[in-house]
């Protein structure tokens, strides 16, 4: 399985420095084949325009969030079908920022990864645990319960996702979990994944927490990670692409 570097630009961006972004990023691969999969997840008023930058290149795009609802008086909201008419390949539900700043749980964070589903759109499924959850003991117990809400509602469906563990501790904060935690997480995911479809080997996990150029290729070598969701070094085009070649 080919890994997959999905960046998360989270709300940062503008016309502008997008197009310079996106163009440093496609003059940096030239014409060679990425070692990895790769993706921009950018807020969704930015879609028509990376769909017009990347058509003809080897990165996807996707939404950082999609609604849970597939039509209807729902202001503010953009369904799933809307992202597919963009072009997205992917859409993030279940991030963590999500769940802290717009309370969303896990049965919400479910359906979202349906309607991505019904629309065609890879769900990028979020779980994670918090500093207190992880000084508890509680970090399998978390994300455990975070994906079983997820392969409940999407069911036979569940080897087209992906998964991406970010510990809430360290995202964005410049801490990152060791290679040694960070495996033993996604084991412990592998695991359940695979006690739900016949097709694991399918399913990408990746690890989403303050991956950078320089911790990446420690994280990528291990068994269980199969990418990474990446943050502030996504807005960099070198570190963004250091972290792609360390997916070799």
Not at 55 to 82: F, K, N, R
Not at 218 to 245: E, H, M, N, R
Request: charged share 15%; hydrophobic share 45%; glycine share 8%.
């Amino acid at each position: 399985m080919r890994k997959l570097i999905a960046g998360n630009w989270k709300m940062n961006g503008s016309l502008a420095a997008n197009e310079a972004l996106v163009k440093a990023m496609l003059d940096g691969l030239g014409s060679a084949q990425p070692a990895a999969d790769m993706a921009l997840c950018v807020s969704a008023p930015y879609l028509a325009q990376l769909q017009g930058l990347l058509h003809d290149s080897p990165i996807a795009w996707g939404a950082q969030d999609v609604s849970a609802h597939e039509q209807g008086a729902y202001t503010g909201e953009v369904s799933a079908a809307m992202l597919r008419d963009f072009g997205c390949r992917y859409a993030i539900v279940g991030h963590s920022e999500r769940r802290q700043y717009h309370a969303e749980n896990d049965v919400t964070v479910a359906h979202k990864a349906q309607r991505a589903l019904a629309a065609g759109v890879t769900p990028i499924v979020c779980v994670g645990e918090t500093l207190a959850e992880r000084e508890a003991d509680q970090t399998e117990l978390v994300v455990k319960r975070q994906l079983a809400a997820v392969i409940h509602v999407v069911a036979h469906c569940t080897s087209e996702i992906v998964v991406a563990y970010e510990p809430v501790w360290a995202i964005g904060t410049g801490k990152t979990a060791t290679p040694e935690q960070a495996q033993q997480v996604h084991a412990v995911l592998r695991a359940q994944i695979a006690a739900a479809t016949q097709h694991p080997e399918r399913v990408h996990i990746l690890y989403g927490g303050s991956m950078n150029a320089a911790n990446a290729a420690s994280l990528l070598a291990q068994p269980d990670i199969d990418g990474g969701l990446i943050g502030g070094a996504s807005l960099k085009a070198a570190d963004f692409l250091q972290i792609v070649g360390a997916a070799r």
